[in-house]
T-cell receptor
Framework: SQQGEEDPQALSIQEGENATMNCSYK?????LQWYRQNSGRGLVHLIL?????REKHSGRLRVTLDTSKKSSSLLITASRAADTASYFC?????????????FGKGTKLSVKP | DGGITQSPKYLFRKEGQNVTLSCEQN?????MYWYRQDPGQGLRLIYY???????QKGDIAEGYSVSREKKESFPLTVTSAQKNPTAFYLC?????????????FGPGTRLTVL
């Protein structure tokens, strides 16, 4: 079963607008990561947020984590056409297999110039 | 340049054939991973390796095999036992274990069964 579920599945915005993507998960986690994937390419790591953290920033990215609601959000401010990609959250389950990051199905973001 | 390379970029296989996908990294990472991605889906873990000569099955290991004879290399063989192998395959590596640190991904290999 899917541990992480991103919402929405697809998002279309104009350049300059903010984009918010959400990730919900089912079981306790050690931490949560966000990745970006351009079409037909490998994934690129964006941010890792630990279970004892509530918010992290990296450039135009802001990630929040609410462990009581088992959810995280990724905010991209002042979006650019180059931000067009799919965004995935990935969780390592508390007490789970050492090798296993569980990925959601992703949010496909389209930023129109 | 440091990074992960995968080859080939595109691979075509006839039914009943085994094929091997290459993954090489020069990041000096201990851990390496193979994922499968189907259209509109997230990544699913096939195999991972934390050290040389050791590897563990992931969620969908059936029909696949791996080896880890060198730290830099983690090839994946898709065997004829894999009934639906057409997919995008991604290799990744990390300094520590998955979830403890970021994973670095290769560009992927797209496998198509003819």
């Amino acid at each position: 079963s899917q541990q992480g579920e991103e919402d929405p599945q697809a998002l279309s915005i104009q350049e300059g607008e903010n984009a918010t993507m959400n990730c919900s998960y089912k079981t306790s986690i050690n931490n949560l990561q966000w990745y970006r994937q351009n079409s037909g390419r490998g994934l690129v790591h964006l941010i890792l947020i630990r279970s004892n953290e509530r918010e992290k920033h990296s450039g135009r990215l802001r990630v929040t984590l609410d462990t009581s609601k088992k959810s995280s959000s990724l905010l991209i401010t002042a979006s650019r056409a180059a931000d067009t990609a799919s965004y995935f959250c990935a969780t390592r389950i508390y007490g789970g297999s050492q090798g296993n990051l569980i990925f959601g199905k992703g949010t496909k973001l389209s930023v129109k110039p | 340049d440091g990074g992960i390379t995968q080859s080939p970029k595109y691979l075509f296989r006839k039914e009943g054939q085994n094929v091997t996908l290459s993954c090489e990294q020069n990041l000096n990472h201990d851990a390496m991973y193979w994922y499968r991605q189907d259209p509109g889906q997230g990544l699913r873990l096939i195999y991972y390796s934390q050290i040389v000569n050791d590897f563990q099955k992931g969620d969908i290991a059936e029909g696949y095999s791996v080896s880890r004879e060198k730290k830099e290399s983690f090839p994946l063989t898709v065997t004829s036992a894999q009934k639906n192998p057409t997919a995008f395959y991604l290799c990744a590596s990390s300094i520590g274990l998955a979830g403890q640190s970021e994973q670095f991904f290769g560009p992927g290999t797209r496998l198509t069964v003819l």
